[in-house]
């Protein structure tokens, strides 16, 4: 039975070891923007490299897997590129992401046979980020003001006019 087992064995593990592999990781998004990251495929079959289909894993999977889905990940989108000999998984969201980390479970696959990978991308603070937002503060109503505040106001604009008039 042992000797039957084995064969079987080692088929189901090449089959595996030929499937499509997330490598590395290359975030070009901060922490609080939308997600935009390449993630290199590596160990493609020639099957998958002429027609590798890509998709967020179910639900499920995270679930399963005892992981929360990233609220960002509602507005993924995936698209394989093909950048020289290398094959990209470019992953971006309209959402942003306001984790340091999160988890993306794909599928990969050729029709009638799918894989589930996961591949965690970290994420940094903004080195530069931009300037916050200076609101001037409201300009009261005349008819919110008292006669003093209006008389006073009425003088600065005097002397600012007599300044630029000499």
Same mark, same amino acid.
């Given at each position: 039975?042992?000797?039957?087992?084995?064969?079987?064995?080692?088929?189901?593990?090449?089959?595996?070891?030929?499937?499509?592999?997330?490598?590395?990781?290359?975030?070009?998004?901060?922490?609080?923007?939308?997600?935009?990251?390449?993630?290199?495929?590596?160990?493609?079959?020639?099957?998958?490299?002429?027609?590798?289909?890509?998709?967020?894993? +179910?639900? =499920?999977?995270?679930?399963?897997?005892? *992981?929360?889905?990233?609220?960002? @990940? %509602? $507005?993924?989108?995936?698209?394989?590129?093909?950048?020289?000999?290398?094959?990209?998984?470019?992953?971006?969201?309209?959402?942003?992401?306001?984790?340091?980390?999160?988890?993306?479970?794909?599928?990969?696959?050729?029709?009638?046979?799918?894989?589930?990978?996961?591949?965690?991308?970290?994420?940094?603070? +903004?080195? =530069?980020?931009?300037?916050?937002?200076? *609101?001037?503060?409201?300009?009261? @109503? %005349? $008819?919110?003001?008292?006669?003093?505040?209006?008389?006073?106001?009425?003088?600065?604009?005097?002397?600012?006019?007599?300044?630029?008039?000499?």
């Amino acid at each position: 039975m042992q000797h039957k087992l084995l064969p079987i064995l080692m088929c189901a593990w090449l089959g595996a070891a030929q499937a499509a592999e997330l490598g590395e990781v290359a975030p070009h998004s901060y922490i609080g923007q939308p997600l935009a990251v390449d993630i290199e495929l590596g160990s493609l079959t020639p099957e998958e490299v002429s027609g590798l289909q890509v998709r967020l894993a +179910d639900a =499920n999977v995270y679930r399963g897997a005892n *992981v929360t889905m990233n609220p960002a @990940l %509602a $507005s993924v989108r995936l698209q394989v590129e093909r950048r020289g000999a290398r094959q990209v998984l470019h992953v971006s969201t309209t959402r942003a992401v306001e984790a340091d980390y999160l988890h993306l479970f794909v599928e990969l696959g050729v029709p009638g046979k799918q894989e589930v990978r996961l591949a965690t991308i970290w994420l940094q603070r +903004d080195p =530069n980020p931009p300037a916050p937002v200076v *609101v001037a503060p409201p300009v009261p @109503l %005349a $008819s919110a003001m008292t006669p003093a505040q209006a008389e006073q106001i009425a003088a600065q604009a005097r002397a600012a006019r007599a300044a630029a008039s000499a």
